[in-house]
């Protein structure tokens, strides 16, 4: 009967029912689903073979969070500091993966986001309005920078969430964390961030393409 089901699934062009149980969470189609698949299985394996990377294709993590967690932890306990008085400063760079050209001295890059219900402007480095019908554009790298939660300025920012697929919603895990939302990140805005609220404006691990 599974094997069945499978057949049926992979004739639609649809990830199998007991796939998307054991995997991560996606809401590709099955070409997409498994390119993107491999793409994860690359990035590991580079991690493994060749070292730390630059900058972290923060979509190719099954558990996100955990990467976030461990990043702080590094930090923490590198420069002998209590972890739960730490957060991130959003810093969004000016380009793709290809402008990094080394790692940074603290904290990490990572890339690979998408931006909906909003763009990022290079030449104001902030959030604007989206461009006509392109309702989701690629997002910069952004280097996620330690510091004390007391020294965060959040004026003229919007808090941007950030899920790993366009559902923006998710089950609580064993561990408190949800199955989708991974983080709230920092970008700098000239106008209210409720506009950015009310137009729904989110970043994305992945599309649903």
């Not at 957060?87 to 050209?101: H, I, Q, S, W």
């Not at 959030?127 to 910069?140: T, Y």
């Not at 790298?141 to 939660?149: A, G, T």
């Not at 089950?171 to 990140?185: Q, R």
């Amino acid at each position: 009967m599974q094997l069945e089901e499978m057949m049926n699934n992979f004739l639609d062009g649809f990830v199998p029912v007991m796939w998307v149980y054991w995997a991560y969470p996606s809401l590709k189609p099955l070409n997409s689903w498994f390119n993107d698949f491999l793409e994860r299985v690359v990035f590991m394996r580079a991690w493994i073979e060749e070292g730390m990377p630059n900058s972290y294709w923060i979509p190719g993590f099954f558990f996100p969070q955990g990467f976030k967690t461990a990043a702080l932890q590094m930090h923490a306990r590198a420069n002998m500091l209590e972890i739960d008085k730490l957060t991130f400063k959003t810093n969004v760079l000016d380009g793709l993966l290809e402008c990094v050209k080394e790692a940074p001295e603290t904290g990490v890059m990572v890339h690979g986001n998408f931006i909906e219900g909003a763009k990022w402007d290079y030449k104001k480095k902030q959030v604007e309005d989206m461009d006509h019908k392109v309702a989701i554009s690629q997002f910069p790298v952004i280097w996620l920078e330690p510091m004390f939660e007391t020294d965060m300025k959040y004026d003229r920012q919007y808090e941007c969430p950030l899920y790993k697929t366009s559902q923006r919603r998710g089950e609580l895990t064993t561990t408190g964390h949800s199955t989708n939302f991974i983080m709230m990140v920092n970008l700098p805005t000239d106008v209210n961030a409720e506009n950015w609220i009310r137009r729904g404006a989110a970043m994305l691990c992945m599309t649903d393409e």
